[in-house]
């Protein structure tokens, strides 16, 4: 790979936690994803995006951390750590974790000092009202499970600000110290080897909140420092960031208003999300044309991280509430289904009737639209969620890996794991797990490995540019290309579920022996380009042409 790496990288994300128990107690560890590297190397992976790995009470799943200079004990200690640093830089794989400083524990250190007194030195290290804040009922991130944003401590006999849960009380960032403190953290995963950071609710980060103002200001260039600490420290080091917000405020993430790629090195596609829900569930491409058209100019060297499922819900905030409610109706009929209002607690095979045909043309949609592709652990065998769990737990239970009892995941009691298995239904661990697709040929599993084999032999798709080929098209079908130094490459899919014929003869002066690369089923020659049949469902790449170079 080249200095942008991340450009043409395969980001797997998972929870160690749920990932693979080394040691029996039911609890997934560091050296159980150790023992799981050579899986992820031939599946393809180049990136691991562990989520959050420090010190918790759990109140939410790691996302409030009491220390983040270290460990959870439950996964084992730094020395682990840096050996599993040191084990998947020898496959080829680089590996990122959240940087969760929005906020910390109510049972941080600092808060526990800060609330103490007034007199403390972390006592400005958050967010505090003498008087009750005319806005303690508004932006709530969880509502449903969150019904303020500022609480009183009767120890502090004051007002805490936290934009999430009430236990998580936020950072503020316009102290100087603070802020010391966070690129002092960055300093410190990045010299024991991380290559970067997937950096957690950004617009809450640079947030200066004053109390009763409910669009406090926001100092972006606090991200300008960050990017320019992590390059001091370590040249390639990526900050790849969530920040769903409006699509006319995205480019200001990337970079200042010079056009300067300054800041963040690549973003979330939040917006390219629900439009590909909404397209699924329409079986149109047209919300997927609109993303692709609509898409703000990046700086150079800025970068999408499209996803079709990650460790929350399928937000889908963007949508008008009929959009939404189309979503809802095809992927999400049950209430139970549904979360906070706006989002869908599931994984994507349930979500698609477990029809193959349907989960390989998402999946090859999502992987050749330009960026980085994103993949959640469980995604590639085609696991299932488990709507008895709460929240957003649905989707963060075990690995299934094997036959063997807890789906291989541990040896411990059922009643001991960190989560219960899937083991009922036709996501059981019996049903759908490593094991069983390992042995088959032509299982989910397999077919990953060839498309994202297939993906990193054709780096103009997360380098290059991509447009939609804008000539008439049977109804349901998507032709878009990613051209680049190396090449370019013509992709259809067919949302819809009737075999089509598509014309692409206005390419055919630009093709040098056209040939399918990846395609859902054989189809013969490409030849002229001006008749490509295309099943129901189906997809196919096809490389138009190579760079002279290559």
């Given amino acids: 790979m080249g200095d942008?790496?991340?450009?043409?990288?395969?980001?797997?994300?998972?929870?160690?936690?749920?990932?693979?128990?080394?040691?029996?107690?039911?609890?997934?560890?560091?050296?159980?994803?150790?023992?799981?590297?050579?899986?992820?190397?031939?599946?393809?992976?180049?990136?691991?995006?562990?989520?959050?790995?420090?010190?918790?009470?759990?109140?939410?799943?790691g996302y409030d951390a009491t220390d983040f200079y270290n460990v959870d004990p439950r996964f084992g200690t730094l020395g682990d750590?840096?050996?599993?640093?040191?084990?998947?830089?020898?496959?080829?794989?680089?590996?990122?974790?959240?940087?969760?400083?929005?906020?910390?524990?109510?049972?941080?250190?600092?808060?526990?000092?800060?609330?103490?007194?007034?007199?403390?030195?972390?006592?400005?290290?958050?967010v505090w009202?003498?008087?009750?804040?005319?806005?303690?009922?508004?932006?709530?991130?969880?509502?449903?499970?969150?019904?303020?944003?500022?609480?009183?401590?009767?120890?502090?006999?004051?007002?805490?600000?936290?934009?999430?849960?009430?236990?998580?009380?936020?950072?503020n960032f316009a102290n100087p110290e603070v802020r010391a403190?966070?690129?002092?953290?960055?300093?410190?995963?990045?010299?024991?080897?991380?290559?970067?950071?997937r950096m957690d609710a950004v617009p809450f980060i640079i947030e200066l909140t004053e109390p009763g103002n409910p669009n406090s200001p926001k100092d972006f260039e606090f991200l300008t420092e960050m990017r320019q600490h992590v390059q001091w420290r370590r040249g390639d080091a990526v900050l790849l960031a969530e920040a769903n917000v409006e699509p006319?405020?995205?480019?200001?993430?990337?970079?200042?208003?010079?056009?300067?790629?300054?800041?963040?090195?690549?973003?979330f596609d939040f917006m390219l999300n629900g439009r590909l829900m909404l397209a699924l569930a329409r079986q149109d491409p047209e919300p997927v044309i609109e993303a692709l058209r609509d898409t703000p100019a990046l700086p150079a060297g800025g970068q999408w991280a499209t996803f079709l499922r990650n460790h929350d819900e399928i937000d889908l905030s963007r949508l008008t509430a009929e959009q939404r409610n189309q979503v809802y109706a095809e992927f999400g009929p049950d209430e139970d289904m549904r979360i906070y209002d706006r989002g869908i607690r599931r994984r994507l095979a349930p979500m698609l009737g477990n029809d193959r045909r349907r989960i390989e043309l998402a999946y090859a949609l999502q992987f050749s639209l330009r960026g980085t592709p994103v993949l959640r652990y469980?995604?590639?065998?085609?696991?299932?969620?488990?709507?008895?769990?709460?929240?957003?737990?649905?989707?963060?239970?075990?690995?299934?890996?094997?036959?063997?009892?807890?789906?291989?995941?541990?040896?411990?009691?059922?009643?001991?794991?960190?989560?219960?298995?899937?083991?009922?239904?036709?996501?059981?661990?019996?049903?759908?797990?490593?094991?069983?697709?390992?042995?088959?040929?032509?299982?989910?599993?397999?077919?990953?490995?060839?498309?994202?084999?297939?993906?990193r032999e054709a780096p103009e798709i997360g380098s290059g540019a991509t447009t939609h080929i804008d000539v008439p098209m049977p109804a349901g079908v998507l032709a878009h290309r990613a051209d680049g130094p190396t090449?370019?490459?013509?992709?259809?899919?067919?949302?819809?579920?009737?075999?089509?014929?598509?014309?692409?003869?206005?390419?055919a002066p630009e093709a040098d022996?056209?040939?399918?690369?990846?395609?859902?089923?054989?189809?013969?020659?490409?030849?002229?380009?001006?008749?490509?049949?295309?099943?129901?469902?189906?997809?196919?790449?096809i490389r138009l042409c190579r760079g002279e170079a290559v």
Wanted: a negative charge; proline letters at 5%.
């Fill in 129 to 171: 009202s003498d008087t009750e804040p005319d806005d303690r009922h508004q932006g709530m991130v969880f509502p449903g499970e969150q019904n303020e944003t500022w609480s009183y401590d009767r120890t502090a006999k004051a007002w805490y600000y936290h934009r999430f849960y009430k236990f998580q009380p936020d950072l």
């Fill in 4 to 61: 942008r790496w991340y450009s043409e990288a395969v980001v797997y994300c998972l929870d160690i936690d749920t990932y693979a128990d080394s040691d029996g107690d039911g609890v997934g560890d560091i050296r159980g994803l150790i023992g799981r590297l050579d899986y992820l190397a031939r599946l393809g992976v180049t990136c691991l995006w562990l989520h959050p790995i420090h010190p918790s009470p759990n109140r939410d799943d």
């Fill in 378 to 455: 469980g995604e590639e065998i085609g696991m299932g969620e488990d709507l008895s769990l709460p929240g957003r737990e649905a989707i963060r239970t075990p690995m299934q890996w094997s036959y063997k009892p807890n789906a291989g995941f541990s040896t411990a009691d059922p009643d001991k794991l960190v989560r219960p298995v899937i083991d009922k239904g036709e996501f059981s661990y019996e049903k759908v797990n490593v094991t069983a697709q390992r042995r088959d040929p032509k299982s989910l599993l397999a077919w990953f490995e060839r498309m994202i084999r297939t993906l």
């Fill in 81 to 126: 750590f840096a050996e599993l640093l040191h084990q998947a830089q020898n496959r080829g794989i680089r590996v990122i974790i959240d940087l969760v400083v929005n906020h910390t524990s109510d049972e941080h250190p600092w808060f526990q000092s800060a609330r103490s007194s007034p007199d403390s030195p972390y006592r400005d290290w958050y």
């Fill in 487 to 507: 090449g370019t490459m013509v992709f259809l899919h067919n949302l819809g579920a009737e075999d089509v014929e598509v014309d692409l003869s206005v390419l």
């Fill in 181 to 197: 403190e966070i690129k002092k953290v960055m300093s410190f995963w990045l010299q024991l080897g991380v290559s970067g950071f």
């Fill in 248 to 267: 006319d405020q995205l480019p200001t993430f990337f970079g200042d208003a010079g056009g300067s790629g300054n800041r963040i090195h690549m973003l």
């Fill in 513 to 541: 022996l056209p040939t399918d690369v990846l395609a859902d089923r054989g189809y013969g020659e490409v030849g002229k380009l001006d008749n490509l049949k295309l099943a129901g469902y189906g997809y196919r790449w």
